[in-house]
């Protein structure tokens, strides 16, 4: 079972960019499939951002051209570069594998963008 760990949220203005941190616990981390999810408040948790051990990128479309992952095996991390931020990108981010493991979901960073 990997243990994830987010870090990076915060309150930022429409326009502005948050860099987002993930850490692993597990070595075999760097053979699977990982992702961004998230949790709006009264809505269902959405994965955003996708990124498989081969570093193979995919995006939903309301993040396609302003999110970028990435992710560095060696310190077994996964990033969520988000710039242009919205009102709409308002939520609880979180990281876990793809398809998810119920017992790796963290506690999430609260990203909230507002003027």
């Known amino acids: 079972q990997v243990q994830l760990v987010e870090s990076g949220g915060g309150l930022v203005q429409p326009g502005g960019s948050l860099r987002l941190s993930c850490v692993g616990s597990?070595?075999?981390?760097?053979?699977?499939?990982m992702a961004w999810y998230r949790q709006a408040p009264g809505k269902q948790r959405l994965r955003v951002a996708t990124?498989?051990?081969?570093?193979?990128?995919m995006y939903s479309e309301s993040v396609k051209g302003r999110f970028t992952i990435s992710r560095d095996n060696a310190k077994i991390t996964v990033d969520l570069q988000m710039n242009n931020l919205k009102p709409e990108d308002t939520a609880v981010y979180y990281c876990?594998?793809?398809?998810?493991?119920?017992?790796?979901w963290g506690q999430g960073t609260q990203v909230t963008v507002s003027s």
């Open positions: 876990n594998e793809y398809p998810p493991y119920a017992p790796s």
């Open positions: 990124i498989t051990s081969r570093g193979e990128t």
């Open positions: 597990d070595s075999i981390f760097s053979d699977r499939t």
